[in-house]
């Protein structure tokens, strides 16, 4: 057992070594069962390796979050510019049609409110319930450093050995308790632990400094979360220097659905996550696109 005051931060990053993707096209993936791989394969695109998901989960913790009043008005007319959502059982039942066919990422935990303690969850959904619903994969929130740390690890583990059972990847979120910093050891952390629990894929926050080292030290593929609503500019400069780091994608919410076109925004970030487009590029072809439609 490592000494704890022997933790120093790691150094060898292998910048120019990339991880082998020469046997499945996802980072650290290559190694699991078929249809765990084919539901990978329904959220990563397989030609670029990369993701734009759309989270419309806020509601299970905070209500009808602004922008997401009426998921069946705004949300379910979203679906077929996304590559995957991500929402509660409870929303995908009551406000999206079946027909949408688009991939689920399905919000797992639940037993919190912005009332009290959030990192005080539970496991919300059981095997059976995601099964019947064809989810491609499960999300829970780990809540490294928070009060409920322990619980909220058990939930995911509890996850990632069910769905490993029947071929359902889970997507760890790296949630942030109320008052930890969010930086690059926090989050170079909580998603390396979520990897070694056996976590399909992890989603994190951007950060300025250093999230490069965040990406190369988690060895399965990072999403990022998009966080308060910011200037359109300023999201799709975010998803650009994220993905130009090593993400994988985008698990964004509120930039999306609170954007003054939520349409426009997910193809401009399809456009920086999948062609390569800069943020200035991307949100040239969002104004473009607003003002078509403003036509
Ligand atoms: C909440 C979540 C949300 O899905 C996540 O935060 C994404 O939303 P946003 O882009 O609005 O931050 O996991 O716990």
Known sequence: MADLDDIKDGKDWGRDRPADTSRFFLKGAAHHDWGMKARLAQIFRPDTGRTVMLAFDHGYFQGPTTGLERIDLTIAPLAAHTDVLM???????????????KPVV???????SVLTELSNELVGVEIDDAIRLGA????????????YEHKSIANVVKLIDTGTRYGIPTMAV???GKDMA??????????????EI??????????????????LGCPVPIVIAGGKKLPERDALEMAYR?????????????NVFQSTDPEAMLTALAAVVHEGRTG??????FRDLERRQAA
């Not at 491609?136 to 009060?147: L, N, R």
């Open 242 to 254: 994220a993905v130009d780091q090593g993400a994988a994608g985008v698990d964004m919410g509120r």
């Open 136 to 147: 491609a994969a499960m999300a829970a929130q780990v809540y490294i450093g928070a009060e």
């Open 106 to 112: 399905l919000r797992c935990s639940a037993g919190n």
């Open 280 to 285: 200035a590029e991307a949100y040239t072809m």
């Open 182 to 195: 969010r930086d690059a050891r926090y989050f170079g952390l909580a998603t390396r632990i979520a990897a």
């Open 198 to 215: 056996g976590a399909q894929f992890v989603k994190s926050y951007y950060v300025d400094e250093g999230f490069e080292r965040i990406t």
């Open 174 to 176: 790296t949630g942030v």
């Open 87 to 101: 929402c509660t059982r409870g929303a995908l039942r009551s406000t999206i049609p079946p027909e949408v066919k």
